[in-house]
């Protein structure tokens, strides 16, 4: 079974600054897509970003990009020039390409985005 | 255009008791599927409907259940509940051709509260 763990429970930001999210993540299969979610506290789920396994490249959202190493099964999410609405907690989130809509979530990572 | 709507927002049960919950997918999806977060974890997959049948299931027991209606809006039920079964229930949808994209649009969920 796939599993995803964020080590970091809460991380603490200087607004303007960057802050950079891990997650590391367990499967033996080789097609599949990760994500990164953001709740903040009105708890509506909201992608933040999303990565498919095949691709070298990076993806990239605004001030949103990740570091996507397939070999480590790691996928790490950076946020440049935080902002106060950038506060909230973070899910990286795994799907095989073969299991519909069953996303694996780790247990969050808390953003504190001091002013 | 309306999102995932999910009601009631807050409730509270005893032990016991039974509880159905409800979702109305975003304009346009036929696909539904509801996950539970429990307070500080991140949410857990219980299962998928599609053109009214439950396409796929996480580890949840039988207690859990669920509905689909000809309309796309999705009922979870649940039965017998316990303490453990208090959480933050979450809907999500998305267009089952697009399955593929990976993309989830959630509600603001359920939480549930068993005393």
Known sequence: AQTVTQSQPEMSVQEAETVTLSCTYDTSESDYYLFWYKQPPSRQMILVIRQEAYKQQNATENRFSVNFQKAAKSFSLKISDSQLGDAAMYFCAYRSKAAGNKLTFGGGTRVLVKP | ?115
């Not at chain 2, 709507?5 to 109305?24: A, D, E, M, N």
């Not at chain 2, 959480?87 to 089952?96: T, V």
């Open chain 2, 1 to 115: 255009d309306a999102g995932v709507t999910q009601s009631p927002t807050h409730l509270i049960k005893t032990r016991g008791q039974q509880v159905t919950l409800r979702c109305s997918p975003k304009s346009g999806h036929d696909t539904v599927s509801w996950y539970q977060q429990a307070l500080g974890q991140g949410p857990q997959f219980i299962f998928q409907y599609y053109e009214e049948e439950e396409r796929q299931r996480g580890n949840f027991p039988d207690r859990f259940s669920g509905h689909q209606f000809p309309n796309y809006s999705s009922e979870l039920n649940v039965n017998a509940l316990l303490l453990g079964d208090s959480a933050l229930y979450l809907c999500a949808s998305s267009l089952w051709t697009a399955v593929d994209s990976g993309e989830l649009f959630f509600g603001e969920g359920s939480r549930l509260t068993v005393l």
